[in-house]
Nanobody, 123 residues
Framework: QVQLVESGGGLVQAGGSLRLSCAAS????????MGWFRQAPGKAREFVAA????????YYADSVKGRFTVSRDNAKNAVYLQMNSLKPEDTAVYYC????????????????WGQGTQVTVSS
């Protein structure tokens, strides 16, 4: 069992930056691939980024590539999402998720989810 709690969301102007954190409790955090997803009002949840168990590989949606960076600290049971050059279209609730199964990391087939943190980017 893994419990995930996101933090770091807020209101920022376009072009600004935010850093989201996701704190994990439970056992064997390093055994989970971690992902970030987001959901805007009236839209489906979409993949943002993922990072493998050791942090050796990262994956990004095309819409955030070059602006967002995912990282993790297994000693602290935490995963982060650094978001730069934010745009109004990045406005959404951001969720972190954990999985211990193989497959397409961009699909929402994750075992555990956080409650989400709101990110609002004003123009």
């Amino acid at each position: 069992q893994v419990q995930l709690v996101e933090s770091g969301g807020g209101l920022v102007q376009a072009g600004g930056s935010l850093r989201l954190s996701c704190a994990a409790s439970g056992r064997a955090f390093s055994m989970y691939t971690m992902g970030w997803f987001r959901q805007a009002p009236g839209k489906a949840r979409e993949f943002v980024a993922a990072i493998t168990r050791s942090g050796g590989m990262t994956y990004y949606a095309d819409s955030v590539k070059g602006r967002f960076t995912v990282s993790r600290d297994n000693a602290k049971n935490a995963v982060y999402l650094q978001m730069n050059s934010l745009k109004p279209e990045d406005t959404a609730v951001y969720y972190c998720a954990a999985r211990n199964t193989a497959g397409d990391l961009a699909t929402p087939n994750y075992n555990y989810w956080g409650q989400g943190t709101q990110v609002t980017v004003s123009s």
